[in-house]
């Protein structure tokens, strides 16, 4: 395993299309988060999943926005209609929490950059 | 809820030299833990150095180590003998250490390496 990967590494999309994206996160780990960095700022929270279950949403995923990890393996994201402002880079990144163990470090995928034109 | 504040947008240090970035952080939780990430040109994200607040000793990880200071809310991270290769942008982040365990990210600061 060779860590968090996301595919594609690089969209560029018409305004209104609709784009997905997938995420393999570390094969044992059962916590994924999708996070949004605008060009000069920090990583911002999306959504998390705990195997497959969706347990927290920011306010920034509109209702263009939806996430699903099937089987709680891999992860994809999809952006419906979208928009200039979606223009970002999309990082995945992937964690362990099971039991009394809880790993704190979250791994990244190098992201997926959208551009909408 | 929780904000991470980064004061310097860019920084620079000549090569074997020392730097100290600085980070500061707002949160109601009593426990939570602090965070560096590098990120190189390459955009993947790689964790530097992490700080569980209850702990009073400052966190070191080789030529990497943080100053943590609880009650002004400050987590500054120093660079000793820097190397070309720590040139990067450097990410302060917190999160709870219950539940999603969600990173809050700083605006990030941009560190020069001049050889």
């Known amino acids: 395993d060779t860590g968090v990967s996301q595919d594609p590494r690089h969209k560029i999309t018409k305004r209104g299309q609709n784009v997905t994206f997938r995420c393999d996160p570390i094969s044992e780990h059962n916590r994924l988060y999708w996070y949004r960095q605008t060009l000069g700022q920090g990583p911002e929270f999306l959504t998390y999943f705990q195997n497959e279950a969706q347990l927290e949403k920011s306010r920034l995923l509109s209702d263009r926005f939806s996430a699903e990890r099937p089987k709680g393996s891999f992860s994809t994201l999809e952006i419906q209609r979208t928009e200039q402002g979606d223009s970002a880079m999309y990082l995945c990144?992937?964690?362990?929490?099971?039991?009394?163990?809880?790993?704190?470090?979250?791994?990244f995928g190098q992201g997926t950059r959208l551009t909408v034109v | 809820a929780q904000t991470v504040t980064q004061s310097q947008p860019e920084m620079s240090v000549q090569e074997a030299e020392t730097v100290t970035l600085s980070c500061t952080y707002d949160t109601s939780e009593s426990d939570y833990y602090l965070f560096w990430y590098k990120q190189p040109p390459s955009r993947q994200m790689i964790l530097v150095i992490r700080?569980?607040?209850?702990?009073?000793q400052n966190a070191t990880e080789n030529r990497f180590s943080v100053n943590f200071q609880k009650a002004a809310k400050s987590f500054s991270l120093k660079i000793s003998d820097s190397q070309l290769g720590d040139a990067a942008m450097y990410f302060c982040a917190s999160s709870k250490i219950q539940g999603a365990q969600k990173l809050v990210f700083g605006q990030g600061t941009r560190l020069t390496i001049n050889p």
């Open positions: 700080q569980e607040a209850y702990k009073q």
């Open positions: 990144a992937s964690s362990l929490a099971r039991g009394a163990i809880v790993n704190t470090e979250a791994f």
